[in-house]
């Protein structure tokens, strides 16, 4: 149990569009789920933190207008980049929790955002 | 079905001891292996292992990865209370340029002054 999915796996825009990505816990309710941004040396730098039915919580520097994120229910959280830029190119991953910020994390496979 | 299991599944030992912590996987098209702790919220890159035999070394950390095997391993010496965390193992899977990680379930280990 405990499965993360996230869609899609892989997306190329061109600069100034939006790009949805969607996480989904597939076999339990999620409470809580994690954004993370992953960066070239591999680090991961959590980008907000959502429950369900509640507004998200961004971390510093995170711009809430341009990275949006909905919790609308147990099992799906989405992160829209708006008026993507090419340096908003990156690897874009997921993780949800049942219980809150203080539970396990399960992650998700991650999405790679290309922005031209 | 690609995987990633990760050995125990909890642990909790005395400050001074050694461990061993264990990352099997069964992934098809294997690019790298990495190693996170998560301590609080995002967990913090630790090792990211590539080659089979070749150690990775941070202070009283250590890690080794055996392709043949399919397995790594993450070693901690003289333990302290500060190492208590939750490590997680990831694989790298990179069919047809298309990335994704593959994830254990993590280790929890926790350290007793």
């Known amino acids: 149990g405990a499965v993360v999915s996230q869609h899609p796996s892989r997306v190329i825009c061109k600069s100034g569009t939006s790009v949805k990505i969607e996480c989904r816990s597939l076999d339990f309710q999620a409470t809580t789920m994690f954004w993370y941004r992953q960066f070239p040396k591999k680090s991961l730098m959590l980008m907000a933190t959502s429950n369900e039915g509640s507004k998200a919580t961004y971390e510093q520097g995170v711009e809430k207008d341009k990275f949006l994120i909905n919790h609308a229910s147990l099992t799906l959280s989405t992160l829209t980049v708006t008026s993507a830029h090419p340096e908003d190119s990156s690897f874009y991953i997921c993780s949800a929790s049942r219980h809150g910020v203080t539970d396990t994390q399960y992650f998700g496979p991650g999405t790679r955002l290309t922005v031209l | 079905e690609d995987k990633v299991v990760q050995s125990p599944l909890s642990l909790v030992v005395h400050e001074g001891d050694t461990v061993t912590l264990n990352c099997s996987y069964e992934?098809?098209?294997?690019?790298?292996l990495l190693w996170y702790k998560q301590e609080k919220k995002a967990p913090t890159f630790l090792f990211m292992l590539?080659?089979s035999g070749i150690e990775k070394k941070s202070g009283r950390l250590s890690s080794i990865l055996d392709k043949k095997e399919l397995f790594s391993i993450l070693n901690i010496t003289a333990t302290q209370t500060g190492d208590s965390a939750i490590y997680l193992c990831a694989v790298e899977d990179n069919a047809g340029n298309n990335r994704k990680l593959i994830w254990g379930l993590g280790t929890s280990l926790a350290v007793n002054p």
């Open positions: 590539t080659s």
């Open positions: 992934v098809t098209n294997f690019r790298s």
